[in-house]
């Protein structure tokens, strides 16, 4: 492709984890979902504490699964009003039996299952060192993705 050629995009991958910056990051990818005539696929990756509480057993899945269903049902309804279609997945971003796994692999697996052309996720926060699950992943897949990434 040269210069000249328009971009091309039919997929374009929205990771999230619930916070207010994967939300906006979200808006984001829906706008250029939009503008490209392409879908949005949302992936709800579940950070290391709601991981290891669900194997443990000390964390109630039927709430994280409320409260990530009711997460992806607003994204789901942004997508709607922008007609644009939509599709969404869980998973787990960290493992306790794979030293590979972790929220930027998460991403890219993703991304290549479902052959995302973008990636719309939050910027890596450079002073809170409790930051999001994404954005820890954010320099992780702004480094080894093969798809533009706009991190916002």
Do not use: C, N, W
């Amino acid at each position: 492709m040269d210069a000249s050629d328009p971009v091309t995009v039919d997929t374009v991958l929205a990771p999230v984890d619930g916070s207010v910056e994967s939300a906006t990051a979200s808006e984001y990818a829906v706008a250029v979902a939009d503008r490209y005539d392409a879908s949005v696929h949302t992936l709800y990756i579940l950070g290391r504490g709601v991981v290891r509480g669900m194997d443990a057993g000390t964390v109630d899945e039927s709430d994280i699964a409320e409260s990530t269903q009711d997460f992806l049902a607003d994204i789901a309804q942004l997508a709607d009003d922008a007609d644009v279609a939509y599709s969404r997945s869980v998973t787990h971003g960290f493992s306790q039996t794979q030293k590979t796994r972790h929220p930027g692999s998460a991403v890219l697996d993703a991304a290549d299952a479902i052959g995302a052309d973008f990636i719309v996720l939050p910027r890596e926060s450079v002073t809170d060192s409790d930051a999001d699950i994404l954005e820890r992943a954010a320099e992780y897949v702004l480094a080894y993705a093969s798809q533009p990434v706009l991190s916002v």
